[in-house]
């Protein structure tokens, strides 16, 4: 079974706090993205990388950064967490063959930042 | 990125067809238009996706307009677990391995009536 594993369901951290959230993949895909969503705004794309050490932004990078060091494993972090990052982030994967194929979720990390 | 239109919320009775439509009018020729579904309280999940033909697959079917500037996708006999949040996407064909972005919109949430 394909799997998409994000390291917590649930996270409670203080303003200002350095966050980092984990999501690793066992299908050896090169593609990874981030995402956050929130009520009324639907999926939004925080960063993707397709190839280790490789990123690139989403549609709002602002206040994040990633790290790939390996293949299996995508980190974002939260330099500085504040209030209006509380969110439900969502990690995927999908292989980078060039033709656009099916990209896998992970169940998601709903974080709250106090 | 070329965006899609889909409505915000539809309903369906169980036990009959659904036909949720989408709209991409600036679709261009290498783009890939994929459709996922996002259950209650779970990452989203791949459904289907096709370039030109229609398709089918155990889930679903897509019908793509001849001009490729809208599709439908089909569910043949709408159950009490199709309700979700389905989302049509454009995705790229890009000529560097692996350099695919992946962005939603909203989607249209569907409500089955028992």
């Known amino acids: 079974d394909v799997k998409v594993t994000q390291s917590s369901r649930y996270l409670v951290k203080r303003t200002g706090e350095k966050v980092f959230l984990e999501c690793v993949q066992d299908?050896?895909?090169?593609?990874m993205f981030w995402y956050r969503q929130d009520p009324g705004l639907g999926l939004r794309l925080i960063y993707f990388?397709?190839?280790?050490?490789?990123?690139e932004k989403g549609d709002i990078p602002e206040g994040y950064s990633v790290s790939r060091e390996k293949k299996e494993r995508f980190s974002l972090i939260l330099e500085s967490a504040s209030t209006n990052q509380t969110s439900m982030y969502l990690c995927?994967?999908?292989?980078?063959?060039?033709?656009?194929?099916?990209?896998?979720f992970g169940q998601g990390t709903r974080l709250t930042v106090v | 990125d070329a965006k899609t239109t889909q409505p915000n919320s539809m309903e369906s009775n169980e036990e009959e067809p659904v036909h949720l439509p989408c709209n991409h009018s600036?679709?261009?020729?290498?783009?890939?238009i994929h459709w996922y579904r996002q259950l209650p309280s779970q990452g989203p999940e791949y459904v289907i996706h096709?370039?030109?033909s229609n398709v089918n697959n155990r889930m679903a079917s897509l019908a793509i307009a001849e001009d490729r500037k809208s599709s439908t996708l089909i569910l043949h006999r709408a159950t009490l677990r199709d309700a979700a949040v389905y989302y049509c996407i454009l995705r790229l064909w890009a000529a560097n391995f692996g350099n695919e972005k992946l962005t939603f919109g909203t989607g249209t949430r569907l409500t089955i009536i028992p």
């Open positions: 990388s397709y190839d280790v050490k490789m990123k």
């Open positions: 096709g370039l030109t």
């Open positions: 995927a994967s999908s292989p980078g063959t060039g033709v656009p194929s099916e990209a896998f």
């Open positions: 299908m050896d895909h090169e593609n």
């Open positions: 600036t679709i261009s020729g290498t783009d890939y």
